[in-house]
């Protein structure tokens, strides 16, 4: 089983830039795609970035292009999540999360669809003050 653990969380002004970082408990990236999602209080949560590290496909919800980039480190089994021009409207908790790579996969990473998740992570908060 797949365990994941986020860090990297905190509190920021608005502007500025926070790196989070998702570690996996075993090598994933070859059979997996991992996501980032976020839940903001009294919100659905909502997929943010996701990675296909097997054919580097980058997906990102309209609401953080250009702002946000996901990557992967996998010798260190670890996707981060580089977020810059932070606004009060990002501030959630973030969740990173992993699916099987199979058919529904990709669908999954590109669409941003929670309930295809199978692992996740406690989460890291991030606060962005205006």
């Known amino acids: 089983e797949v365990q994941l653990v986020e860090s990297g969380g905190g509190l920021v002004q608005a502007g500025g830039s926070l790196r989070l970082s998702c570690v996996a408990s075993?090598?994933?990236?070859?059979?997996?795609?991992i996501g980032w999602f976020r839940q903001a209080p009294g919100k659905e949560r909502e997929g943010v970035a996701c990675?296909?590290?097997?054919?580097?496909?980058?997906y990102y919800a309209d609401s953080v292009k250009g702002r946000f980039t996901i990557s992967s480190d996998d010798a260190k089994n670890t996707v981060y999540l580089q977020m810059d021009s932070l606004k009060a409207e990002d501030t959630a908790v973030y969740y990173c999360?992993?699916?099987?790579?199979?058919?529904?996969?990709?669908?999954?990473?590109?669409?941003?669809?929670?309930?295809?998740?199978?692992?996740w992570g406690q989460g890291t908060q991030v606060t962005v003050s205006s």
């Open positions: 990675i296909s590290s097997r054919d580097g496909g980058t």
């Open positions: 075993l090598f994933i990236f070859e059979n997996y795609v």
């Open positions: 999360a992993a699916r099987s790579r199979d058919y529904y996969s990709d669908y999954a990473c590109s669409a941003g669809v929670r309930s295809l998740f199978d692992y």
